[in-house]
């Protein structure tokens, strides 16, 4: 069996333990989206930064890269979220694409016995200098075992407008635990150019605002050697738990 289908089947596994339900809010620091999504009428602002090294085999150069999103809760189980990127290899200023995504969980925490989620959406990103359309599903598996928190994610991107216009990505995140100081670490998979892994740390600020810091390595020659990125996140009406 390939290396990656091995990782992603034990992975598989881990979501499948015997746990109580409880499932943690917040998406993870690089994207991972969990099963919880924003209450009704709650809205955030998150500002990222990221810095990816340049690639192992030094086909592509370090850059910066920033993200603005706004989410909000449009009823207890439906959220919309949109994303705006600038910073690629070519220039840190340069527009890398951006997302409208609109995300359904199903029920409520511990109804089954993983939590499913399922979000579409239309996206635009930059790849080789040219900008590139597509319309992606997404499906979401969470489970808490104790304080842990395990999320998988797994998209099929139709691309508009090419032949070669399908593409699977995958990303895993473990969180640890549900309240103060959280630990976390992501898998991802997007592609022979963005496959890494991205250990971090989340800090609640004050009440409705939390930072994420982390720091990661690539794991095949054409992704970057290593990245780091900061989000800071602000929540405005949040009830709390």
């Known amino acids: 069996m390939p290396k990656n289908n091995t990782l992603m089947l034990a992975l ?17 620091l690089d994207e991972t989206f969990v099963y ?26 370090n850059y910066w890269n ?27 200023s340069e ?23 399922v979000a579409i959406e239309y996206e635009s990103e930059r790849e080789n200098g040219k900008l590139s359309d597509a319309i992606t599903g997404v499906l979401v598996l969470s489970k808490d075992i104790g304080d842990f928190n395990m999320t998988l994610n797994y998209a099929k991107s139709y691309a508009l407008g ?8 995958k990303s895993f995140g473990v969180r640890y635990p549900r309240h103060g100081i959280r630990w976390s670490i992501e898998y991802k998979d997007l592609g022979k150019s963005k496959r890494y892994i991205l250990p971090a740390v989340q800090l609640a600020v004050s009440h409705g605002v939390s930072l994420k810091l982390g720091v990661g390595k690539g794991i095949n020659k054409q992704s970057p050697r290593y990245l780091a990125a900061a989000l800071l996140e602000i929540e405005f009406g949040e009830e709390g738990e």
């Open 66 to 92: 920033n993200s603005l999103f706004v989410e909000y809760g449009l009823t207890e189980q439906t959220m919309f979220e949109v994303r705006s990127s600038w910073g690629t290899p070519e220039s840190d």
């Open 95 to 117: 527009f890398a694409g951006g997302f409208a995504q609109l995300r359904h969980r199903f029920g409520e925490e511990g109804e089954y016995f993983i939590d499913p989620a």
């Open 162 to 169: 090419s032949d070669d216009n399908l593409e699977n990505k």
């Open 12 to 28: 598989l596994c881990a979501l499948i333990l015997p746990a109580t339900a409880t499932a943690h809010k917040e998406d993870y």
């Open 36 to 61: 919880q999504t924003m209450e009704e009428g709650v809205l955030a602002l998150e500002y990222r930064s990221r810095y990816f090294d340049r690639s192992k085999d030094r086909l592509t150069n």
